[in-house]
Every structure is written in C-alpha cells, then in structure tokens.
C-alpha cells in the first residue's frame, strides 16, 4: 500500500500568531493569579499584562483592521482572514480581561489592606482627608486640566493615545439643555494620590494603615463643579483610548530618516485611527454610543471594566517599599575573570601600578569570555568593556549598534568620552526600534554633538543585532576584540532581562564584524562571512542546513538532537525544516517565551518535538541553539529569533560558541530549563500550555532560582 504523503502546508499543523500571543500573555496573568507569587510580585504582573495588552492594540490588533480596511483576503499560516482573527481575539480576550479584573478588585485589594495598604474611594474619605485633597487639587491638578466642549461649535476632541479621561455630562441651568465636555486624566501626575503620614487614617480598617491612596480621576471627577462653573454636573464616567501606534515611515522617500521619525512620533499620540474603548459598565447607552461613533470604534473594539482602567499603572503600588511582599533585590554576580580585573582596580587605587587596560584587553587575549544577565553583573562585564575600550590610549576605534538603552545610560557615556579622547566613534542607533523611536534620537542627537559618528542603518531593514567591535593598537599588531550578544546594551533592562554574550578577541569574528560594520555603514553587499550568520544574508539557509544535518544523521542510523531557545517561532521555512527532522527521528526541544506557530505532538509530523515556555521573575530573552551534529557538538547564541521579520527584514548576528567549557556552560543552562517544574509551561497539540508541577517527591526546580544560586557559588556578588 502506498504511503500517504504529508503535505507541511496544511493549515492545521499550524497556531495563529496572534491567538499564540495572547496564550503568552495569558501564562503572564497566570503569575498575578497565583497565591505562591508575592503580594506585590502579583502586582507587577498585573500590571505587565495590561501594558502588554496596550501594545498587542497598538500593533498587532491594529495591524490586522488595517488589513480589513483594505479588504485584504490573505490567510495566515492557519488559514484564518483578518476579520476572523479580530473576532477570535475578542472571544479569547475578555475572559481573560474578566479574570484580570476580578483578580484584581475582589483579590488583590483585599491583600493589599490586610498588609496596610490602602486604595480607598473618594466617597469614604473623612473631612480632613478631604480638605488636604482639595487643597491639593486646588494647587496642583486644576491648573493642568482643560475640559473640552463637543457641540455644533466644538468638534469631537482629539483624544490621545492610552490616555485615561472623563466624559462629562454639565447641564445649563438657565436652558436645562444637556452638554457634553470631556477632561483628560493628566499622565504627568502621580496615578495614584497617597495622603501624608497624619492623614493615613482609615474608617473600619483593621490593619494599621502604611500607604493610604485615591484614584486621580476620582480626586477630578469630585472637583467638577471648579471646571464648569454656573453649570450644574450631571454625571461623568471614565473611558481610555487605544490607538494605532505604528509608524508609517517611507524610508525611501524621507530625505532625512531622524526628521521623518520625529514628525510621525507626533502623529503616534493623536493621528492613528482608533482601535480599542474600554469603559466602565456605569456609562450610559447614549453617551457610549456617541463615543463609539466619534472615534470609528465598533461594539466588538469596546470593552466593558468594572473596576480600575488601565491597570498598566499598577506598577506604581508595586514599587512600594515593602521588602517582604516582593523578591529579594537581585545584583548580579562578577564572573572570575572580571573579579581579577576588579582586583587589580582596586590595587591601584591603592596606588600600585601598573597599566589596569592591558590587563582588561590581556583578560580577553587569554580566553574568550561569556557573560550570562541578570546572573552575572552587565556593569561589571560588558559596561566594563566598553568604558576601558573608550579610556584605552592604545584603542583606535569603538563600533556598535544601539537598538535599545536606558535614558541615564552609562554605555552612551562612554562612548561620548571615546569620541572626546580622539577615537574613531561609530554608532548604528535604530530609530525604529519601536517605542524607543524618542528616546533613540535624543542619544543620536547628543552623540553626534559630540563628534560620534552616528549611522541610522539600512533603508527598509531593522538594524536589531547585538555587536561592539574594539581596534586596538598593540605591540605586536593591531587586534580587534568584539562583545556579541542577545540583548540590548542596556543597563536597567540588563537586571530584568536574560541574555548572554561573548566578549572575544577570535580574528574570524573580528574580522566578520568589520566586514558587517562596513555592510552597515557603506554600500558594502558583503554574501559570506567567517564564522558569523548574519540575516537577512546568510542566516536562514545555515540554519535549515544545520536542522537538516540533524536529520541526516538519523537517517544513516545515528542519532539528531536539537535544542532552540528563543522568544518566537512564525517562519514557516524554519517550522517546516524542523517538521521534516521530527519525521526523521531528530529529538527537538524548543524553549520559546512568547508565540509559537508549531504544533508539536502531532502523529508523522511534530511527534518528536516538544515545546515549553519559562515565566518567572526575569523575562527569558537570550537566543540559545544547539546541535548534537554527531557528536560534534555545535552552540550558537545571538539576537535573532526564527521570525520572518528576524530572518528577511532585521539585520541580526548569530556567533558560535566554541570554548569547550563555554560550551558545557550553555548546554547545562538548557538542561536546567528543560527540567525545570515550577515556571516552565509545556505546549500542548491543541495550543493550550500546561504548568509543570513537581510530582510527589521530586524535588522542585525553577530556572531562575537554580541560576542565581549557580552565579552566588561561582563567585562574589557586587553592589551594581
């Protein structure tokens, strides 16, 4: 009988990218659900799922009505249209929006009095407390606030962008006619108005108050009359905007990239069409109409709270200085060689001497050496490198790209020293890094001022890899040292996030990277490197090459073994070589934090591979890819996932790993999130994720735990 051939194509073997996304997001509000997390870890994770929501809106949901708009009829991966997936996003969303919100007012809030923290109603203030509230209206919010008429001589208000406001109904008491205003929730104050340490009291409250609160809006919506005075306030009720936030840069045709950014980043706030509504169940059918029909919005983009809106702005009570109810503060451990550098810094500020650069650059000449964050510290190791690179007399040149930093970075420091020290100073800074669009130009402007060189990438790619590359004048020749990595140089996301990276002085990388730098920067169509993949150039065909090496060697009776880590799984090329080595016998395992479009377990076709995501404190961000390759073994770590947008329109490097030890290090990192049965979340065939639970006498183990206690053993923990 001849066997039936499987055709890969076939929709069902495949998960909607969007739908897989709110599964990860779901595993997120999971986190704030469960009773093991912290108090005010619950919080966090609360609040992460909501701000996440705001830019699945902005982006993804925005996206796909734009496709509706223009009556697009193109079918995802899983066969669905774009009106299909705004309707199967609402039907999975708002149960889980319900959850959050019950979570939060029935649960969390109870929690919260019971450890003395306060979110009270403006209703169940007493006289005093009122007093000071008013003078603090009176001081402090009147002033910003600017309520806007709508009627025949005031047209419907431009509403920003994730912006909390007021609808509010005001009758003339000499006419009796009904008018409508609306007032914005100003974001530049506190969300939150605490009351001082006298004023912390709390009626029927059983626990001693710590923090005692209320709501802004409910400080401004008991203040109306001072906005409309001679009016006589009807009602008024909350609602907060969702826009579309993608920018619509024609980097072909804009004469000047940075300008052209800046004029979209001040539509961002205002022009985007209109995506998502969210109110409170008290608004009335009239008035949630006329919103409706004045920002475009159907029923299905409304979402009715009963509770707090946009509880993004919980991470504000989560930040409260109440150690108990929140993870012990983390900081990152020096690794052993760092640590002897650290050794000889102290020495000579104890006035020995000695040249302390040619001891950092001596460090690296001995051995590459890698760095795994938040475990290991990022000041202490990468900002290390780049701060010795920008004071060295011997360094010639400092180049790098900048996808995402910190706003007091330390990293941009340096290199603005690099440049006032006579060195050659190039940077690569993304300017649509989305979101970071501002920040970005404001870091390009101040290098630039300060004689950096400064590149704004490719026209039509995303420059997203993770490289510094180091020239060094020294005794023997010039030599070229290099840090790539998996996340961005970033010092505040650097303790949240986990990414490795390695720091080398290897000539083929070196060389690569120069190769890649001129790519970047000139006109360069550079079609091979040494030992890097890079996309869009030669990235994907390697990586298939590899995963159907793996198959290979099943076939000629050994065994394959594959082991990726990274944030997503879309492309379908990548999807489909890793089907076609599970039906050779090639062991996969996949460790993806976010969206998965491969269904695994299923019968001739995934039944081989496995799928598991980890959430838990640190946000899982490095790239990891293993193959067994006979015994030959081969680990790659870079900044590319195996999406479309990662492999065809980003610039992305991936390097190998080939220090033995270094080696051991990774593959030990991987065993240690495949075991894990405490944050790890195992994918099943029908797109559900399942909690992995320690069984009955097996002991528990959580990645993250297991990690820092590694780093705390392997050696000394430093204030960063």
């Not at 039509?460 to 590359?469: A, N, P, Q, S």
């Amino acid at each position: 009988m001849k066997q039936q051939t499987i055709d890969l194509q076939d929709p069902e073997y495949y998960f909607n990218r969007e739908l897989s996304w709110l599964e990860f997001n779901h595993r997120v509000l999971e986190e704030a659900l469960n009773e093991k997390t912290l108090l005010l870890e619950r919080l966090k994770f609360t609040a992460i799922f909501s701000s996440n929501l705001d830019e699945f809106f902005m982006v993804r949901v925005a996206a796909i009505k734009r496709q509706i708009e223009a009556e697009v009829t193109k079918l995802t991966l899983d066969a669905r249209t774009p009106l299909q997936q705004i309707q199967e996003i609402n039907t999975k969303l708002r149960p889980l929006v319900q959850k959050q919100i019950e979570n939060f007012e029935l649960t969390l809030k109870q929690k919260l009095i019971e450890q003395g923290v306060y979110l009270v109603d403006f209703v169940d203030l007493n006289q005093e407390q009122r007093e000071y509230l008013n003078n603090y209206f009176n001081n402090n919010i009147f002033p910003v606030l600017t309520p806007l008429a709508v009627d025949p001589s005031h047209p419907f208000p431009h509403v920003s962008n994730l912006s909390l406001n007021l609808a509010v109904v005001v009758k003339n008491p000499n006419t009796e006619i009904e008018l409508f205003a609306r007032v914005k929730v100003p974001k530049s104050l506190p969300r939150f108005v605490s009351f001082p340490t006298e004023l912390k009291q709390v009626s029927n409250g059983d626990h001693s108050p710590f923090w005692v609160g209320v709501p802004l809006e409910q400080l401004i919506a008991h203040h109306l009359e001072a906005l409309f005075p001679g009016m006589d306030v009807q009602e008024c009720h909350n609602f907060r905007l969702t826009r579309d936030a993608d920018l619509g840069v024609q980097e072909d045709e804009a004469d000047d990239l940075l300008l052209a950014i800046q004029q979209e980043l001040r539509k961002r706030h205002f022009a985007g069409s209109a995506v998502r509504l969210e109110v409170n169940p008290t608004m009335p059918e009239n008035i949630r109409q006329m919103l409706t029909q004045g920002f475009n919005l159907e029923e299905i983009d409304i979402y009715t709270i009963d509770g707090l809106l946009g509880l993004n702005n919980l991470f504000a009570l989560a930040s409260l200085p109440l150690p108990k109810l929140k993870d012990v503060d983390w900081n990152g451990v020096v690794p052993s060689p760092f640590a002897q550098f650290r050794n000889l810094q102290i020495a000579q500020t104890n006035g020995e001497e000695g040249n302390i650069s040619d001891e950092f650059f001596s460090l690296i000449k001995k051995s590459d050496l890698m760095v795994h964050h938040p475990y290991h510290s990022f000041s202490a190791t990468v900002q290390q490198f780049i701060t010795q690179s920008a004071n060295d007399r011997d360094v010639m040149a400092i180049k790098m790209t900048l996808y995402r930093t910190s706003g007091d970075s330390p990293i941009i420091k340096a290199l603005i020293e690099a440049a006032e020290n006579g060195k050659q100073v190039v940077v690569l800074v993304e300017l649509k890094a989305r979101f970071d669009e501002e920040n970005n130009i404001i870091w390009a402007r101040k290098l630039e001022k300060a004689g950096v060189h400064v590149i704004y990438g490719i026209v039509g790619l995303k420059t997203h890899t993770k490289i510094v590359l180091v020239v060094r004048k020294e005794k023997d020749k010039i030599r070229r040292y290099v840090h790539i990595g998996t996340g961005n140089y970033n010092p505040k996301t650097s303790k949240l996030y986990t990414d490795i990276g390695l720091i080398s002085c290897d000539e083929d990388l070196g060389a690569d990277l120069t190769d890649l730098f001129n790519f970047l920067t000139g006109y360069s169509k550079q079609k091979s490197f040494r030992k890097l993949l890079v996309a869009p150039v030669t990235m994907r065909d390697r990586m298939i090459d590899m995963i159907e090496r793996e198959a290979q060697h099943c076939q000629q009776g050994n065994t394959g073994r594959i082991v990726a880590k990274m944030n997503s799984l879309v492309d379908l090329k990548m999807i489909q070589a890793l089907y076609k080595a599970s039906q050779a016998g090639v062991k996969i395992d996949l460790i993806l934090r976010g969206i998965c479009c491969l269904r695994p377990g299923i019968e001739k076709v995934s039944e081989n591979i496995r799928v598991i995501s980890i959430i838990g404190r640190f946000l899982e961000h490095s790239r990891i890819f293993y193959f067994q390759n006979n015994g030959e073994e081969e680990i790659y770590i870079g900044s590319a996932d195996w999406m479309t947008r990662n492999l065809s329109r980003r610039v992305e490097a991936i390097t190998p790993v080939e220090n033995t030890e270094h080696l051991k290090e990774l593959q030990e990192i991987l065993g240690i999130m495949l075991a894990d049965n405490q944050q790890a979340w195992e994918l099943q065939t029908d797109g559900s994720y399942i909690q992995r639970k320690p069984q009955k006498g097996e002991k528990a183990l959580g990645t993250h735990e297991t990690l820092m206690n590694m780093a705390l053993n392997e050696t000394i923990a430093i204030d960063n």
